[in-house]
Nanobody
């Protein structure tokens, strides 16, 4: 129902910025709840941010509040994660996910996932 393709990861110095993109396909994209998660080596996958289908409601993990911004452009079937003031602890593989039922911080409630994109922040 929803297919996700991510891009925008890379290597950046601490304090720098990156913008991740997640291009979605499928007839249900405009009615989906979108989320970003990340997973660092040796750690569980953790919630980063989520956005409602309309874009009117957003949610952020405490660790990224004030630094990251989630947005979506339904005309382009794309969700974004603007990451500013990056820290070394932000280093992880970042995943885009879609949930057709509700917004959630729990990975298990998301039905579709992108392949992940590596973000590395150097000191």
């Amino acid at each position: 129902q929803v297919q996700l393709v991510e891009s925008g990861g890379g290597l950046v110095q601490a304090g720098g910025s990156l913008r991740l993109s997640c291009a979605a396909s499928g007839r249900t994209f405009s009615t989906s709840f979108m989320g970003w998660f990340r997973q660092a080596p040796g750690k569980e996958r953790e919630f980063v941010s989520a956005i409602s289908w309309s874009g009117g409601n957003t949610d952020y993990a405490d660790s990224v509040k004030g630094r990251f911004t989630i947005s979506r452009d339904n005309a382009k079937n794309t969700v974004y994660l603007q990451m500013n003031s990056l820290k070394p602890e932000d280093t992880a593989v970042y995943y885009c996910a879609a949930n057709l039922r509700r917004s959630s911080r729990y990975p298990g409630f998301y039905d579709y996932w992108g392949q992940g994109t590596q973000v590395t922040v150097s000191s």
